[in-house]
C-alpha cells in the first residue's frame, strides 16, 4: 500500500472548518484514500473514503486532487468533540481478502473554544 | 447493532507472565482483525482472519503470540511469555467481506496491557 505524509498537528477553532491535508505521490490507479479518527482513549472510527471523485457525508467531505497525489479532509463546523487524531490511509481494496489497513503516525487535531 | 466487544478493558501483569484477550466482532462479519498500537503510534496489523481461516499474520511475533477464531465468530489474542515491549492497546475490528465490502473496519475500544 502506498505511504501517506500528514501534519503530526493541527488547530481548529470550533465552528470553523477544519481542512486536514495528506499527501499520497505514490498511489496507485487501484488504491483508495480512507480517512478514519480516533478519539482518546477509543479505537479507530471510519470517516470517508474515495477513489477519484469527491465524496461527501454526514461526518466530512474528501476533496481529492485530480492527479489523486493528495487530498484533504474537511470537517466543515469543527466541534470540541472532533479532537481526535486522524489518520489518512491508502488501500487497495482486496475483494477476497477483506479491508487491511496500514495504519500512519496521523494527524492530531485539537478543536479549541 | 451491537459493535465490537473487547475484554478485559485493563490488564497489568508482570514479565514472563502470560495474558489473552477476547473479541466478539460485529454479527455477520466475516473478517476480524487483531491490532497492536504502542502509545503515540498508529495501530499496526497482527493478524487478519477470515472466517475461521488466517488470512495475514505476517507481523505476528509467532515465538509469543497466537490467535485463534474458531467457529469463525469469537477471537482470542495470546501473549506467552510477555515482554515489557508488549505494552500496548490490543484493539480488534471486524468487517464484511467481499460485495459489502467499503472498507470500513468497526473496532472495539481495545483492551490495554500494561507489562511491569
Known amino acids: 500500500d502506498a505511504k501517506t505524509t500528514q501534519p503530526t498537528s493541527m488547530d481548529c477553532a470550533e465552528g470553523r472548518a477544519a481542512n486536514l491535508p495528506c499527501n499520497h505521490s505514490t498511489i496507485s490507479g487501484n488504491e483508495y484514500v480512507y480517512w478514519y479518527r480516533q478519539i482518546h482513549s477509543q479505537g479507530p472510527q471510519y470517516i470517508i473514503h474515495g477513489l477519484k471523485n469527491n465524496e461527501t457525508n454526514e461526518m466530512a467531505s474528501l476533496i481529492i486532487t485530480e492527479d489523486r497525489k493528495s487530498s484533504t479532509l474537511i470537517l466543515p463546523h469543527a466541534t470540541l468533540r472532533d479532537t481526535a487524531v486522524y489518520y489518512c490511509i491508502v488501500r487497495v481494496a482486496i475483494e477476497t481478502s477483506g479491508s487491511r489497513l496500514t495504519f500512519g503516525e496521523g494527524t492530531q487535531l485539537t478543536v479549541n473554544p | 447493532e451491537a459493535g465490537v466487544a473487547q475484554s478485559p478493558r485493563y490488564k497489568i501483569i508482570e514479565k514472563r507472565q502470560s495474558v489473552a484477550f477476547w473479541c466478539n466482532p460485529i454479527?455477520?462479519?466475516?473478517?476480524l482483525y487483531w491490532y497492536q498500537q504502542i502509545l503515540g503510534q498508529g495501530p499496526k496489523l497482527l493478524i487478519q482472519?477470515?472466517?475461521?481461516?488466517?488470512?495475514?499474520d505476517s507481523q505476528l511475533p509467532k515465538d509469543r503470540f497466537s490467535a485463534e477464531r474458531l467457529k469463525g465468530v469469537d477471537s482470542t489474542l495470546k501473549i506467552q511469555p510477555a515482554k515489557l515491549e508488549d505494552s500496548a492497546v490490543y484493539l480488534c475490528?471486524?468487517?464484511?467481506?467481499?460485495?459489502?465490502?467499503?472498507?470500513?473496519?468497526?473496532f472495539g475500544e481495545g483492551s490495554r496491557l500494561t507489562v511491569l
Open positions: 482472519f477470515q472466517n475461521n481461516g488466517v488470512v495475514d
Open positions: 475490528a471486524s468487517s464484511l467481506l467481499r460485495g459489502e465490502n467499503t472498507g470500513e473496519l468497526f
Open positions: 454479527s455477520g462479519h466475516a473478517t
